[in-house]
């Protein structure tokens, strides 16, 4: 059978990258993306789907016959503490529909994204293992915790093939931040190419998991390629990058930018920060299906500033004509 792939979130950091990669693996005509609201200047298939509507995700199924879901819709977790509840809704609302559409459809894999949101205070912070306490402390962490186990149950209750990554906080050029704690990782190079003062919203030393989206997107892309026979944890792996604290960044950013300043303002996320890890064990996942980051903080920083230049030199460019 042939592979046909529904994106879900497909506008979001994480997903529009995604979503390229696939194509790139799959063809065009066999990737769906969709999300809320039409990606601009897309040329694959686009189908709007509002995620906590589950008729919508079956009509999409059905049409495309589709094999795979990856689920990535979710508020996460500096915007979710905005509106707890209505996070909780949402995110568990729209996972248990993909989980039952996928389950009543025979879908053959479904991905689902968790976080390092899901440790709190009984996780050791050093070297979090894969199978540590979870005890999140934010509303978007009790989600994912709570659907890690949900994917679980699918798999044993329905043999439902659920795979799951905890990611670390997310560092990209190819969108701007999405609400995240960590996403202040993303937002201080911009502000770096744009010569711009930054204020961080962390404290200069708080340290914290990151990975390189292009890493990211590889662990996905590798988790779902594994054998089933392979995928020993059905809640979520851990996988990790490389860890650095906002000072450190900003050390590696003024080797390019030397006059490159700095403003320290912690504010609520610095609490959510405190709970979370600052370094995680991803031996399980390295065991397992083979994973290894190839990014550091020097090759992240690299990318990001000569990525970013070309970005706004492109967007200068344009806005002139």
Request: proline letters at 5%; charged letters at 25%; aromatic letters at 10%.
């Amino acid at each position: 059978m042939e592979t046909v792939v529904l994106v879900i979130g497909a506008n979001g950091q994480l997903g529009s990258v995604l979503t390229e990669s696939l194509i790139q693996k799959f063809g065009k005509n066999n990737v769906i993306a969709s999300d809320l609201n039409p990606r601009k200047e897309y040329e694959g298939i686009f189908e709007v789907i509002d995620a906590t509507n589950i008729d919508r995700i079956q009509e999409v199924v059905t049409q495309y016959k589709v094999t795979q879901i990856y689920h990535l819709a979710a508020i996460l977790s500096a915007k979710g503490e905005e509106t707890p509840l209505r996070t909780w809704d949402i995110n568990m609302q729209t996972l248990f529909n993909v989980l039952e559409v996928s389950r009543k459809n025979t879908i053959e894999k479904v991905f689902y994204p968790s976080s390092i949101a899901v440790f709190g205070e009984g996780a050791p912070l050093d070297k979090t293992p894969n199978n540590a306490y979870l005890d999140p402390a934010t509303v978007y962490g009790i989600s994912k915790a709570s659907g890690e186990n949900w994917a679980q149950y699918y798999f044993m209750r329905y043999g439902l093939d659920v795979r799951s990554i905890r990611y670390p906080g997310v560092i990209g050029y190819q969108s701007l931040p999405g609400g995240g704690t960590t996403d202040y990782a993303v937002d201080i190079y911009h502000k770096a190419v744009l010569e711009e003062k930054f204020n961080c919203f962390l404290k200069e030393d708080a340290m914290l998991p990151m990975i390189f989206m292009e890493d990211a997107i590889r662990a996905t892309i590798e988790l779902m390629d594994a054998p089933k026979e392979d995928i020993k944890v059905r809640t979520s792996y851990n996988i990790a990058g490389i860890s650095f604290s906002p000072a450190e960044v900003v050390a590696e950013i003024r080797t390019l930018y030397p006059e490159f300043e700095v403003i320290y303002t912690p504010d609520f996320r610095q609490e959510i920060a405190s709970r979370w890890p600052n370094s995680i064990d991803d031996s399980t996942a390295c065991k397992d299906w083979g994973w290894k980051p190839e990014f550091d903080l020097k090759s992240i920083t690299t990318t990001m500033i000569q990525k970013l230049k070309e970005k706004y030199r492109t967007t200068s460019k344009t806005s002139i004509l």
